[in-house]
């Protein structure tokens, strides 16, 4: 069995708090509609946004599960190749049984296996006969038949001298005055005949399903009582419906109304239900209720909260890959925590933190030189490119500078590193990120030259702020030096705005 512990070792989204309550509420509410007679199955609508762990969620939810109830995984979106999500519920529900046949008594087995069988049956039947499809096939197929029939009632009342005629167009003509009244009667008698066959084909149809059900109930019935079982409620955890095609995920939630209602089964599905909202809309036309409309299909929703910045930029870097031995916050601090602080004082939404995050990616993933990217000029101007900003402006009204002049004070303790009682220095991060972007429009040996001369007229070496600035100027110049670029070039700060750019063209 698996340990807690390992099912949540990499929660970087802490979301075990959530699978933990879910759980409990679900089989306290399964045992709640069985004292109080109440049929059918549960339906849970797990709804997060696109990138917040919804996947990870439904699969340690689902080996939470796992420890004491039978579970059933579905990817929807591998899956919605298919022409029906009805086959694909089948058959993961078949795969699941089956694995049970060869193990127990040979009686167990034997019943699971013919119960698994008669299951297939009405699976079949309900597969002929096409579901939604089926009236408009019958529609094209009886239609087809009424025109046949019309011509034979046509060419019966012809008379014999005409019907042996070839020139169809004077047959017609005269066909037409002879047959008078009884024309007149092909309508009713088809109407009659097509009426009584929908009829007939929606009887079979909604037998097969009833007899599905019933089946359905045998075969959770027979395994629970399988000696070594897991107990009932069965779990079915569908992941991925909101990028599936949307007339897709539209039938699956309808398969799974319909036609899998059955006691002892709890279905979690996840969603990004606004996206998935918008979709439907798409199918239906903009004036469609498309949230009423998916309401109809879940019992309850549970809405996983959005992770704490910090957390969430965690996370997308572990996912990711990305490189942020390449990035350098203010005087070593944390990365992640920067990004995440600095975020939060520009006021960006989750869906910002993760575009600006893949475009800060992209940069690491070409970023070839031996100094860093400085995280403090960086971050800021991709967050100004997310807002369609101005970021190559380097004017005294620049909005670079207008933005970090206006954003929370935010002192950061500096301490010279490696030196016991060494000098406590406080800067604003907004400011030490403004000297950073001014100096990076100058000529970069200018800038380390002037930077010398500051500390040797003003502090001395005591200004830390002043010589952090000046060894990450020295570290570019010292490795640039080697490129031989010419005296009057300036950092490569002053090409972040093109940089970001370019890697902002990739989606």
Not at 65 to 74: A, G, Q, R, T
Not at 152 to 178: H, K, Y
Not at 197 to 206: D, P, R, S
Request: hydrophobic share 40%; with cysteine.
């Amino acid at each position: 069995m698996i340990a807690d512990e390992d099912i949540w070792s990499d929660d970087l989204l802490d979301r075990r708090g959530d699978a933990e309550f879910l759980i409990s509420f679900l089989l306290g509410r399964y045992e709640e509609r069985r004292r109080a007679k109440i049929y059918g199955s549960y339906v849970l609508n797990l709804n997060s946004g696109w990138g917040f762990g919804k996947s990870f969620f439904m699969e340690r939810i689902g080996k939470e599960l796992h420890k004491s109830h039978p579970v059933v995984f579905i990817n929807a979106w591998k899956n919605d190749f298919s022409d029906d999500p009805y086959t694909m519920i089948v058959s993961e529900l078949d795969s699941f049984f089956a694995s049970t046949i060869n193990a127990g008594s040979p009686e167990k087995t034997s019943k699971i296996d013919r119960a698994l069988d008669v299951l297939k049956t009405h699976t079949g039947q309900i597969l002929w006969a096409g579901f939604k499809g089926v009236a408009t096939q019958t529609a094209k197929r009886y239609a087809a038949d009424a025109v046949e029939n019309i011509r034979e009632v046509v060419q019966e009342a012809l008379p014999a001298n005409v019907r042996s005629n070839g020139d169809t167009s004077e047959a017609i003509d005269a066909g037409m005055a002879a047959i008078g009244t009884e024309l007149s009667k092909v309508p009713e008698k088809l109407l009659d005949s097509f009426a009584q066959n929908l009829i007939e084909q929606y009887k079979a149809t909604k037998n097969s399903q009833d007899q599905f059900r019933r089946s359905l109930e045998d075969v959770l019935r027979i395994y629970a009582a399988k000696e070594g079982s897991l107990r009932l409620p069965m779990f079915v955890l569908i992941d991925e419906l909101d990028r599936c095609r949307p007339p897709y995920a539209i039938a699956l939630l309808e398969r799974i109304k319909h036609l899998f209602d059955v006691d002892d089964i709890i279905f979690i599905v996840a969603t990004d239900t606004e996206q998935l909202s918008h979709s439907i809309r798409g199918v239906y036309g903009d004036d469609f209720d498309s949230t009423r409309y998916l309401q109809r299909f879940f019992s309850r929703s549970y809405y996983l909260a959005d992770p704490k910045p910090a957390a969430f930029i965690d996370a997308y870097i572990r996912a990711t890959g990305t490189d942020v031995s390449k990035l350098r916050a203010i005087a070593n601090l944390n990365t992640i925590n920067y990004i995440a602080e600095l975020s939060i004082r520009l006021k960006m939404s989750l869906r910002e933190i993760e575009r600006a995050m893949d475009i800060l990616s992209g940069l690491t993933t070409t970023w070839h030189h031996s100094f860093p990217i400085q995280l403090s000029v960086m971050f800021p101007m991709i967050y100004g490119f997310i807002q369609q900003a101005d970021i190559v402006d380097r004017s005294g009204n620049s909005w670079y500078r207008q933005t970090l002049k206006s954003i929370a004070p935010w002192s950061i303790t500096l301490e010279r590193e490696g030196v016991i009682g060494a000098d406590v220095q406080r800067v604003e991060a907004n400011l030490w990120s403004l000297d950073y972007f001014d100096s990076g429009g100058k000529p970069l040996r200018a800038v380390v030259r002037q930077k010398r001369e500051e500390i040797r007229t003003r502090r001395g070496d005591n200004d830390i702020f002043l010589q952090e600035t000046l060894d990450q100027f020295q570290t570019e110049l010292s490795a640039r030096s080697r490129d031989e670029f010419p005296d009057e070039s300036p950092s490569l700060i002053k090409q972040y705005p093109d940089m970001i750019m370019r890697a902002g063209s990739l989606r």
